[in-house]
T-cell receptor
Framework: GENVEQHPSTLSVQEGDSAVIKCTYSDSASNYFPWYKQELGKRPQLIIDIRSNVGEKKDQRIAVTLNKTAKHFSLHITETQPEDSAVYFCAARDSNYQLIWGAGTKLIIKP | DSGVTQTPKHLITATGQRVTLRCSPRSGDLSVYWYQQSLDQGLQFLIQYYNGEERAKGNILERFSAQQFPDLHSELNLSSLELGDSALYFC??????????????FGQGTRLTVV
């Protein structure tokens, strides 16, 4: 079955710098890759997603890239701000339409 | 507001007891997922229902069970509770697993504390 690995587990960046979180997946049939942001004590919320027929997608300061050959996808956050501090989860939807989750990355934005 | 409603928001109960968590999916969503999130941990998938039938099973203990009713709301039953079952339990819903690009919307979660 599908397996998703997410790195790093914790990422600390200076405010204004960029942050990159990477995920790898194992099932080449996976075709949908969402990223969720979870603030402390709150529910995960979708921030960006990408389908397997697209290589990159941007939404203001966030972007996601997908490399199907290497089976990895990444979240890029530019010009980080204090409100970006949260836990970010990647996921891959496999051929059984099941969302398989990464373990999460705690992003800390240092003032 | 995601449109997914979970009740109760908080639950405190003693070890050995049984509780039921309830989830109402977004209007029109046929698929319901249950997740467990322990303190500072990731999202552990428990079980998925689609249109009343079990679709996929994750790391769900035998002491736990779930069902989805004809009106599409779902209940997660946790029995013989242990201290380690204390966690945030999330329900999520999506339109249909037939569309691979379907977002899953999460409820606010039920925080279960077993004492």
């Amino acid at each position: 079955g599908e397996n998703v690995e997410q790195h790093p587990s914790t990422l600390s960046v200076q405010e204004g710098d960029s942050a990159v979180i990477k995920c790898t997946y194992s099932d080449s049939a996976s075709n949908y890759f969402p990223w969720y942001k979870q603030e402390l004590g709150k529910r995960p919320q979708l921030i960006i997603d990408i389908r397997s027929n697209v290589g990159e997608k941007k939404d203001q300061r966030i972007a996601v890239t997908l490399n199907k050959t290497a089976k990895h996808f990444s979240l890029h956050i530019t010009e980080t701000q204090p409100e970006d501090s949260a836990v970010y989860f990647c996921a891959a939807r496999d051929s059984n339409y099941q969302l398989i989750w990464g373990a999460g990355t705690k992003l800390i934005i240092k003032p | 507001d995601s449109g997914v409603t979970q009740t109760p928001k908080h639950l405190i109960t003693a070890t050995g007891q049984r509780v039921t968590l309830r989830c109402s999916p977004r209007s029109g969503d046929l698929s319901v997922y249950w997740y467990q999130q322990s303190l500072d941990q990731g999202l552990q998938f428990l079980i998925q229902y689609y249109n009343g039938e079990e679709r996929a099973k994750g790391n769900i203990l035998e002491r736990f069970s779930a069902q989805q009713f004809p009106d599409l709301h779902s209940e997660l039953n946790l029995s013989s509770l242990e201290l380690g079952d204390s966690a945030l339990y999330f329900c999520a819903s999506s339109i249909t697993p037939g569309d691979p690009g379907t977002e899953a919307f999460f409820g606010q979660g039920t925080r279960l504390t077993v004492v």
